[in-house]
């Protein structure tokens, strides 16, 4: 699979504050791209250098395996903040504006954008009466036009209600499958479970770990597991595995193992000849939350 985007050592400072350190890594086509982390990581930073907002301090990225130009960049669409748009004007009068302004596609472009985010019904309303989630899907319908084969995304679910962000997952998953590429950056981790099929994990601008989700996701075995003595649990527990710990919210043991070597017969039989019955136990996929705070919790 080619890459659409290249990283390599980026590195941004403002002032003292350095923002990212060395990024590196490729966004491959047709992926639906998760750039994660916790507030001030680097994400936005990392957005604006790819769209030439902000420039790089050191390091360099290409679009295509190409260096950068006016054309490639029409290849790019890109929401890093939401557009003002008109409150009295219609969905398809604002995308005139946005398309006059932008020089990005045709007007004849602008049914074809609406259907692709599920407003065409809708686009005679004035953008005053639409829920947030039909303005956000609006702004995605603005950076759809010039039909570019990128799409960049800012936070797309940020303030939504459930219903909202269920409908922006439902439409990303829709452009991945229409054969876009998209790169989103976001902190919320469960929606990005969902709907990515890569991602790169940044901490205050390092980047952690990168790759397909489910590399990311079981390159270890997690067993749970749960006795009424969780102390003595552990200890057994521990003579098999490095990383044995104790949840006492949920009344388990959590014991990782290297990915393929945890077989749950072998757990069950040492625990029974040590004398422990376990009231619990299960053959867990590591979640991308679990991994993401462990990754953001210990110091790179
Ligand atoms: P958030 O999720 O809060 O938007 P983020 O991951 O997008 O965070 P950035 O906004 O890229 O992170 O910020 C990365 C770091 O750079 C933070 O420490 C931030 O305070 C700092 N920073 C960002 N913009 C500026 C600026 N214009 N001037 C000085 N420091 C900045």
Same mark, same amino acid.
């Given at each position: 699979?080619?890459?659409?985007?290249?990283?390599?050592?980026?590195?941004?400072?403002?002032?003292?504050?350095? *923002?990212?350190?060395?990024?590196?890594?490729?966004?491959?086509?047709?992926?639906?791209?998760?750039?994660?982390?916790?507030?001030?990581?680097?994400?936005?930073?990392?957005?604006?250098?790819?769209?030439?907002?902000?420039?790089?301090? !050191?390091?360099?990225?290409?679009?295509?395996?190409?260096?950068?130009?006016?054309?490639?960049?029409?290849?790019?669409?890109?929401?890093?903040?939401?557009?003002?748009?008109?409150?009295?004007?219609? *969905?398809?009068?604002?995308?005139?504006?946005?398309?006059?302004?932008?020089?990005?596609?045709?007007?004849?472009?602008?049914?074809?954008?609406?259907?692709?985010?599920?407003?065409?019904?809708?686009?005679?309303?004035?953008?005053?009466?639409?829920?947030?989630?039909?303005?956000?899907?609006?702004?995605? *319908? *603005?950076?759809?036009?010039?039909?570019?084969?990128?799409?960049?995304?800012?936070?797309?679910?940020?303030?939504?209600?459930?219903?909202?962000? !269920?409908?922006?997952?439902?439409?990303?998953?829709?452009?991945?499958?229409?054969?876009?590429?998209?790169?989103?950056?976001?902190?919320?981790?469960?929606?990005?479970?969902?709907?990515?099929?890569?991602?790169?994990?940044?901490?205050?601008?390092?980047?952690?770990?990168?790759?397909?989700?489910?590399?990311?996701?079981?390159?270890?075995?997690?067993?749970?597991?749960?006795?009424?003595?969780?102390?003595?649990?552990?200890?057994?527990?521990?003579?098999?595995?490095?990383?044995?710990?104790?949840?006492?919210?949920?009344?388990?043991?959590? !014991?990782?193992?290297?990915?393929?070597?945890?077989?749950?017969?072998?757990?069950?039989?040492?625990?029974?000849?040590?004398?422990?019955?376990?009231?619990?136990?299960?053959?867990?996929?590591?979640?991308?939350?679990?991994?993401?705070?462990?990754?953001?919790?210990?110091?790179?």
């Amino acid at each position: 699979m080619s890459s659409v985007l290249s990283l390599q050592n980026i590195t941004k400072y403002y002032g003292q504050v350095r *923002a990212l350190n060395n990024v590196s890594f490729d966004v491959p086509e047709g992926s639906v791209f998760g750039i994660l982390g916790p507030n001030g990581s680097g994400k936005t930073t990392l957005l604006s250098i790819i769209l030439d907002v902000l420039k790089a301090n !050191a390091g360099t990225f290409s679009w295509f395996g190409q260096p950068n130009s006016p054309e490639l960049r029409k290849k790019i669409g890109s929401l890093l903040e939401t557009p003002n748009f008109y409150h009295y004007l219609s *969905a398809t009068d604002n995308l005139k504006i946005t398309q006059a302004i932008s020089g990005r596609g045709a007007t004849s472009d602008i049914d074809d954008v609406l259907k692709k985010v599920n407003l065409y019904e809708r686009r005679k309303s004035s953008f005053k009466t639409y829920s947030l989630g039909m303005k956000q899907r609006l702004a995605i *319908a *603005a950076a759809l036009l010039g039909a570019p084969q990128v799409l960049v995304l800012d936070e797309p679910t940020n303030g939504l209600d459930p219903v909202g962000i !269920a409908e922006i997952r439902h439409l990303i998953v829709n452009l991945k499958n229409q054969g876009h590429t998209v790169i989103m950056a976001s902190h919320l981790l469960d929606e990005v479970e969902k709907v990515c099929t890569h991602v790169a994990i940044l901490k205050t601008g390092n980047l952690l770990t990168t790759g397909n989700v489910e590399e990311v996701l079981t390159d270890e075995d997690v067993v749970e597991a749960g006795a009424s003595d969780l102390e003595l649990l552990s200890g057994i527990l521990q003579q098999i595995s490095k990383n044995v710990t104790i949840n006492h919210e949920s009344n388990t043991v959590f !014991a990782a193992f290297p990915k393929g070597t945890a077989h749950l017969d072998e757990i069950n039989s040492l625990c029974f000849h040590k004398g422990i019955v376990l009231n619990h136990l299960l053959l867990k996929k590591k979640r991308l939350e679990t991994k993401f705070f462990e990754l953001t919790n210990n110091e790179t």
